[in-house]
Each structure stands twice: as C-alpha cells, then as structure tokens.
C-alpha cells in the first residue's frame, strides 16, 4: 500500500506573529476564506492522504474543533434556510481520520516529529509543516510526486525545495547538492539556517517531507542545534552522513511557498487568495484601486 499518513506539527508558538496569535493558533489564521491548516489538509487529501497526526499542544484546541463534525451548526443552516452556505462545511466530511498527539515540551521540529514516533512505528510517512501553504489555494500535489519518487528510488527521504533570495537563505534549511539546477536532485548535506555566504546552494526546504522509519533513529541522536531546538534539518544530516540517500525535488513554478510565518508573508499570502478569489476577489480588486488612487487612503 502507498504511504497514506502524513504528520502535521502545528505546536510552535507563532511567536513573530505576535499579538494576532497570543490566545490564537497561527495554523488558524485566516488566509482568504479559510484557516491556514485547512489548505494543508485539503493538499494532503488531495495527495491520496488518509490518515493525519496532528503534534499539537494545549493553545491549539481550535485546530481540533475545526475538523471535528458540527452538526448542531449543519442543522442551523438548514433551519435558517442557509443551505448554500453548507458547501463550506464540505471539508469536515473529506475522506480523512484525524489523530492528535502533544508536543508536551517545546524542544524544536525534530522533536515534535520524534513525538510521532509511537504512532507511526515503523512505516514511512509524510511530514507537512501547518503552517505553510503550497501553492495558491493550495492547488499542488507536490506530496503526491514525492511519494511516487520515494517509492520508486527506495531512499530514506525526499523533501521539497524552492529557489530563494540568497540573502533569504537564514531562514530555511539549505539543500548541499552537486546538481543544483536539476528538477530532482540528490542531497549530499543540508544545513539549518546558514549565514549569507556560507550557504551551500540557494534552496530553501519547502516544508514538505517524505520519510522512512528511520528518521526516528536520527532524531533520537540529535543534538539540540540552531535556536537550542532540536531540528529536523539536524537529523537529517546525521542521515546523509550515514550514507543513507536522500533526494529533493522542485516545486513547479506555479506551486510558490506561502509561509505563515511572519507578517510580511502572511500579509502577502492573504492578499493573493483573496484577490484570486472566485466570489470576492473581483470587487476587492476594484477596491485596493480605489485607495491606491486616493493617496490619502493608500499611505
Ligand atoms: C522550518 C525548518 C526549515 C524549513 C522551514 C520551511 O523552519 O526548520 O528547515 O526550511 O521550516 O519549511 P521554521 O520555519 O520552523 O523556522
């Protein structure tokens, strides 16, 4: 059977978002019509994903509720004579079981990944990040040629990357490979958060991962790293240097990395998928022309 699970660590504190998340998952925030995770499940759905582990912790309730089945609020729609709006409950009924695990210590990804461990045994699986959306309205199946390439190559792992700025290269985990400009690549290192310079190549992990069960091994023997945390990106290396393989695949130019991360990209993303959208993206449009016209709104 094909790797059908993913896991989707969403219990980082979203701090440089701060005060929009403070009693607020950032997996939550709004971009367009829909909260940030809600794209990242309809990607892996779409990806033949089945089954999802959610890493969570206790300021992430919401999360949970959000995919849990409402029908008290089904009822009211219909009552109240709002049944086109039940099409936006559609995503509750997606073919997809939902399991939730605590990332009971703030330790870093690596860690939260390592908290799945009892779960997925001895299996490969998917690894989403929750918040960041592949794609706009999150129309990729980058998951989908990443699996077919971990199976078909029988490697440890397959991660996705996208070609950054350089001087953006401090925020990602950086591909080391003798074959940058490739589609698919081999990794030979990859490297958390290297300064401007001595970074290996221009390409960003993309927040996407395939892993075989021995990811787990490395994350147990990984020191604490970049931020004190103890990094995926870290274990990662460790693997490579045991000279198990490892390869990256491109995103596709239409499948641009939206990362809500941070102000200045969340801002962006929300901009983009409300403007591209199919009921409101029109007047909204008419709207932004209106206050750039008007110099005392716009500045
Ligand atoms: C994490 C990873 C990093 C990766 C990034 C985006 O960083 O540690 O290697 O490039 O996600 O996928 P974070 O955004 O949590 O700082």
């Given amino acids: 059977m094909s790797i059908d699970i993913a896991v989707v660590p969403v219990a980082g504190r979203g701090t440089?978002?701060?005060?929009?998340?403070?009693?607020?998952?950032?997996?939550?925030?709004?971009?367009?019509?829909?909260?940030?995770?809600?794209?990242?499940?309809?990607?892996l759905a779409k990806s033949e994903i089945r089954r999802l582990l959610f890493i969570t912790d206790s300021r992430k309730t919401q999360i949970e509720n959000h995919f849990d089945e409402d029908g008290e609020l089904i009822d009211f729609l219909r009552r109240t004579g709002r049944e086109e709006q039940l099409a936006d409950l559609e995503f509750e009924r997606q073919?997809?079981?939902?399991?939730?695990?605590?990332?009971?210590?703030?330790?870093?990804?690596?860690?939260?990944?390592?908290?799945?461990?009892?779960?997925?045994?001895?299996?490969?699986?998917?690894?989403?990040?929750?918040?960041s959306i592949i794609g706009l309205h999150a129309e990729s199946d980058i998951v989908r040629r990443m699996i077919r390439h971990f199976e078909a190559t029988g490697a440890e792992a397959v991660v996705a990357f996208e070609q950054v700025p350089a001087r953006d290269v401090v925020q990602y985990g950086i591909a080391q490979t003798p074959t940058p400009d490739a589609e698919?690549?081999?990794?030979?290192?990859?490297?958390?958060?290297?300064?401007v310079g001595e970074a290996p190549s221009t390409l960003a992990v993309a927040a996407r991962y395939v892993f075989g069960p021995s990811i787990f091994d490395y994350l147990e023997q990984t020191p604490p790293?970049?931020?004190?945390?103890?990094?995926?990106?870290?274990?990662?290396?460790?693997?490579?240097?045991?000279?198990?393989?490892?390869?990256?695949?491109?995103?596709?130019?239409?499948?641009?990395?939206?990362?809500?991360?941070?102000?200045?990209?969340?801002?962006?993303?929300?901009?983009?998928?409300?403007?591209?959208?199919?009921r409101y993206g029109e007047s909204l449009r008419e709207?932004?022309?209106?206050?750039?016209?008007?110099?005392?709104?716009?500045?």
Avoid: W
């Fill in 16 to 43: 440089r978002l701060l005060p929009a998340t403070k009693s607020q998952p950032k997996e939550m925030l709004p971009v367009g019509r829909k909260p940030v995770v809600q794209y990242v499940v309809e990607e």
């Fill in 95 to 131: 073919k997809m079981e939902y399991f939730y695990t605590r990332q009971r210590r703030q330790l870093g990804l690596g860690h939260a990944v390592l908290c799945a461990k009892p779960l997925i045994g001895d299996q490969p699986f998917v690894v989403a990040l929750g918040d």
């Fill in 184 to 195: 698919t690549f081999e990794l030979t290192d990859v490297v958390e958060k290297p300064a």
């Fill in 225 to 278: 790293g970049k931020g004190g945390e103890i990094q995926l990106t870290d274990a990662m290396r460790l693997m490579l240097k045991d000279g198990r393989t490892a390869y990256g695949l491109r995103l596709h130019s239409g499948e641009r990395r939206f990362d809500i991360g941070n102000f200045d990209s969340y801002f962006r993303a929300f901009f983009e998928f409300a403007l591209s959208d199919p």
């Fill in 287 to 299: 709207y932004i022309k209106t206050i750039l016209a008007n110099p005392k709104l716009g500045s």
